[in-house]
């Protein structure tokens, strides 16, 4: 092989280029999102500004020197654009949710009809009537006007996400339709890319061609479909039992991606198809982690996706639109693409049943070209069907497009909130965002059948959202004893649950399933008697506070129980909750505990009592009662103190009554001064005739061994009734 080093020179022109590009685009990015627009409109002005259109009319020395018109200084250039285009399109495969597509039903079918139908014929005919000037050097007529339809029946999902997102309208009834759409669009659009891709590459309408393409993307896409999760997912596994660092994750992520869009690019069609179906992969995978959506998001949005937008910029020569007949059929473009997909959405809004302000919605958000447009309208320059003229045409209606879309959305939504029924969702999935410990995500349950799992599977089955699947992790010493787990499945309800079977010892295959993308590890535990310090809740207990790095939650069902049932396989019948009772404070860990009170007194109709307990500085049990409606806790324990109270727990559980009244459940304050805490706690508890307490607690290292701290531990300990722990990980 030869390798052919760049000059010295060339070297200093690329760092140039690429300083100068990024500093601009970034700037201008922050300036045009100042005033409610899409970042890549600064992002493509900034190309635009150092581009023949400006600088190289301005200055046509500096242009010259900084962009000279060599080879190799442009392929440097236009190879950094490039890689950044892939990555964009990465990310847009990992926000891209195909079940969404399906949860919307009939709707997502009609508009995503007539937003692709009615641009894709007006584009086709505008096509065919478009004068020579506009033809590329090495399209014919009937390539460049199939390129024209597919560019103008396009969305731009990363735009219109953070449009709509930026709106607050992207959990919206008619925001999740548009999102869905626009996904529909962005497939859609992005195989007949690749379609035209392959047509292109023979420079007329070759039915052999065409056919050849055709079955190796329709092969590409069904491996994909059929194995490709596989793999990604089995690829994803071994890194996270491996404990693969996020930089390992982040460049597995970059060669799927890659290694996919080479084999598009192999078969004839754009790499970027094959970037965008490696998006989709990881993303859907269950063994992805979070943290390298935001690594890449973060490298693409920083550095090489304004690079390429601002290389984009550079090919637009907006002196070309002086023109006469260029400059008209670049308006011709913007209405022909702008009305087509106007009233193709309103036109399937109408057939799904939308109403008109809906549609015209819809409409509008789909307008926007934006990041992908320009995607298209490079993938067409770059093979010849676009010439210098129509490339700009197409970069200036999606840079059009994409600025009308947020003042119209936010003049169409003015005064519109939705029926009650979206209201209600959307209250719903603003709270899930704000938990700490209630949202979707993946649970853990280690059982062996027992009823401690039981009641830790009821308490999960009440409290957490259906949304949050659940695997169960079955242990026991060898494959024969492997336990039924009927009974702990009829506990979680209606919710997606995997069994996962693990025989040998069950700390190190709870440490080892942990890893494998979970959010939350659930034990069942069943006290017997005082435990040594550090062994609380036996040995799986303490793996997953001390080694799953993860929130914990901590069951112990009630101590009523004869000791000989608690590792029974058999049903249980579970009583229902009648009154929680919560300890309320100020840290993190408490409010987890009051997400989870309040979700269960919800679905169970239960009452919460608020337990607020202040230590006085005495040595001794000392405890007054400071305010409460319960007299008959009045004469058990003491006399009315200050009525003032303690300000800082008045307020805390005024906020906890606010919410509790919002949702409809009844609540009771109780205000305690005790020298030791989690004696108070077991005292109202008991008094209260409480059916579950349930508190948040800090897991901290006690020399090697895990320590929720001595209020968690007593109440676990002494409480009768059932109790739940929330143990938040070491910070």
């Given at each position: 092989m030869n390798f052919v080093s760049p000059s010295e020179h060339q070297i200093l022109i690329f760092l140039v280029q690429i300083a100068l590009l990024l500093i601009t685009a970034r700037l201008l990015g922050q300036m045009m999102r100042r005033i409610g627009?899409?970042?890549?409109?600064?992002?493509?002005?900034?190309?635009?500004?150092?581009?023949?259109?400006?600088?190289?009319?301005?200055?046509?020395?500096?242009?010259?020197?900084?962009?000279?018109?060599?080879?190799?200084?442009?392929?440097?250039?236009?190879?950094?654009?490039?890689?950044?285009?892939?990555?964009?399109?990465?990310?847009?495969?990992?926000?891209?949710?195909?079940?969404?597509?399906?949860?919307?039903?009939?709707?997502?079918?009609?508009?995503?009809?007539?937003?692709?139908?009615?641009?894709?014929?007006?584009?086709?005919?505008?096509?065919?009537?478009?004068?020579?000037?506009?033809?590329?050097?090495?399209?014919?007529?009937?390539?460049?006007?199939?390129?024209?339809?597919?560019?103008?029946?396009?969305?731009?999902l990363p735009v219109i996400?953070?449009?709509?997102?930026?709106?607050?309208?992207?959990?919206?009834?008619?925001?999740?339709?548009?999102?869905?759409?626009?996904?529909?669009?962005?497939v859609i659009g992005w195989v007949l890319l690749g379609l035209i891709a392959g047509l292109a590459s023979s420079g007329r309408l070759d039915l052999g061609s065409l056919g050849r393409t055709v079955l190796g993307l329709m092969i590409f896409l069904a491996v994909a479909a059929a194995i490709g999760q596989r793999i990604v997912d089995g690829i994803l596994l071994t890194m996270r039992r491996r404990a693969v660092g996020l930089g390992g994750?982040?460049?597995?992520?970059?060669?799927?991606?890659?290694?996919?869009?080479?084999?598009?690019?192999?078969?004839?069609?754009?790499?970027?198809?094959?970037?965008?179906?490696?998006?989709?992969?990881?993303?859907?995978?269950?063994?992805?982690?979070?943290?390298?959506?935001?690594?890449?998001?973060?490298?693409?949005?920083?550095?090489?996706?304004?690079?390429?937008?601002?290389?984009?910029?550079?090919?637009?020569?907006?002196?070309?639109?002086?023109?006469?007949?260029?400059?008209?059929?670049?308006?011709?473009?913007?209405?022909?693409?702008?009305?087509?997909?106007?009233?193709?959405?309103?036109?399937?809004?109408?057939?799904?049943?939308?109403?008109?302000?809906?549609?015209?919605?819809?409409?509008?958000?789909?307008?926007?070209?934006?990041?992908?447009?320009?995607?298209?309208?490079t993938v067409g320059l770059s093979l010849g069907v676009l010439n210098d003229a129509s490339y700009a045409i197409v970069v200036v209606m999606a840079i059009v497009t994409s600025v009308m879309a947020p003042p119209l959305l936010r003049i169409l939504v003015k005064g519109w909130e939705g029926n009650p029924e979206e209201q209600a969702r959307l209250r719903r999935e603003e709270q899930m965002a704000a938990n700490i410990l209630l949202k979707p995500g993946r649970?853990?349950?280690?059982?062996?059948?027992?009823?401690?799992?039981?009641?830790?599977?009821?308490?999960?089955?009440?409290?957490?959202?259906?949304?949050?699947?659940?695997?169960?992790?079955?242990?026991?010493?060898?494959?024969?004893?492997?336990?039924?787990?009927?009974?702990?499945?009829?506990?979680?309800?209606?919710?997606?649950?995997?069994?996962?079977?693990?025989?040998?010892?069950?700390?190190?295959?709870?440490v080892t399933e942990s890893m494998l993308g979970f959010d939350l590890v659930v034990s069942g535990i069943a006290s017997r008697g005082r435990p040594a310090p550090g062994t609380l809740g036996g040995p799986v207990a303490t793996a997953a506070l001390m080694r799953s790095a993860l929130p914990v939650l901590l069951v112990r069902p009630p101590t009523g129980l004869a000791e000989q049932m608690l590792d029974s396989t058999a049903a249980v019948r579970i009583r229902p909750l009648r009154r929680i009772l919560l300890p309320v404070s100020a840290s993190r860990h408490a409010r987890a505990a009051t997400e989870m009170a309040l979700s269960l007194a919800i679905q169970s109709?239960?009452?919460?009592?608020?337990?607020?307990?202040?230590?006085n500085g005495e040595s001794g049990p000392v405890r007054r009662i400071l305010r409460t409606t319960w007299r008959s806790y009045e004469r058990t324990v003491g006399s009315f103190a200050d009525p003032a109270g303690d300000p800082v727990g008045e307020r805390l559980i005024d906020g906890i009554e606010r919410e509790a009244a919002a949702e409809g459940v009844d609540t009771q304050r109780l205000m305690v001064t005790h020298g030791v805490r989690g004696e108070a706690i077991v005292a109202a508890a008991r008094d209260g005739v409480c059916d579950l307490v349930i508190l948040g607690a800090q897991v901290q290292d006690a020399a090697g061994e895990p320590y929720i701290g001595q209020t968690a531990e007593t109440v676990l300990i002494e409480a009768p009734m059932t109790v739940a722990v929330v143990a938040l990980p070491p910070a």
């Open positions: 627009q899409p970042t890549v409109v600064g992002e493509l002005a900034a190309g635009i500004l150092l581009g023949p259109s400006i600088l190289g009319r301005a200055s046509p020395g500096v242009f010259d020197w900084i962009f000279p018109a060599d080879t190799v200084q442009s392929g440097m250039l236009f190879t950094v654009g490039w890689l950044g285009v892939m990555l964009l399109l990465v990310v847009t495969g990992f926000e891209t949710d195909l079940t969404l597509i399906g949860r919307l039903g009939t709707a997502v079918i009609w508009v995503t009809t007539g937003s692709l139908l009615l641009p894709f014929a007006f584009g086709l005919g505008g096509g065919f009537l478009a004068p020579e000037i506009l033809l590329g050097p090495d399209a014919d007529r009937t390539v460049f006007a199939l390129f024209l339809a597919t560019a103008l029946t396009i969305s731009s996400a953070k449009i709509m997102s930026e709106l607050r309208l992207l959990r919206r009834n008619f925001g999740q339709l548009t999102l869905a759409s626009a996904m529909a669009n962005d994750w982040v460049t597995v992520a970059i060669v799927i991606a890659l290694g996919l869009g080479s084999i598009t690019q192999a078969l004839g069609v754009e790499a970027v198809l094959g970037a965008f179906i490696g998006g989709i992969l990881l993303g859907r995978s269950r063994y992805s982690r979070h943290e390298v959506e935001e690594a890449l998001e973060t490298m693409t949005s920083a550095v090489l996706a304004p690079v390429f937008f601002a290389t984009a910029g550079l090919r637009v020569d907006l002196n070309l639109l002086f023109d006469p007949e260029v400059a008209m059929w670049a308006v011709i473009v913007i209405v022909l693409a702008s009305t087509s997909k106007f009233f193709g959405s309103m036109l399937g809004a109408r057939f799904a049943g939308l109403a008109r302000r809906e549609g015209m919605a819809l409409g509008t958000a789909l307008n926007a070209r934006g990041a992908l447009e320009i995607v298209i309208a649970m853990l349950l280690p059982t062996r059948g027992g009823i401690a799992s039981q009641y830790a599977a009821d308490i999960v089955g009440r409290a957490f959202p259906e949304e949050m699947a659940t695997t169960l992790l079955v242990v026991a010493e060898s494959e024969a004893e492997i336990p039924d787990t009927t009974a702990v499945r009829e506990a979680l309800r209606r919710r997606s649950i995997e069994r996962v079977d693990h025989a040998g010892d069950p700390t190190q295959s709870l109709g239960a009452e919460l009592l608020l337990v607020h307990v202040s230590g």
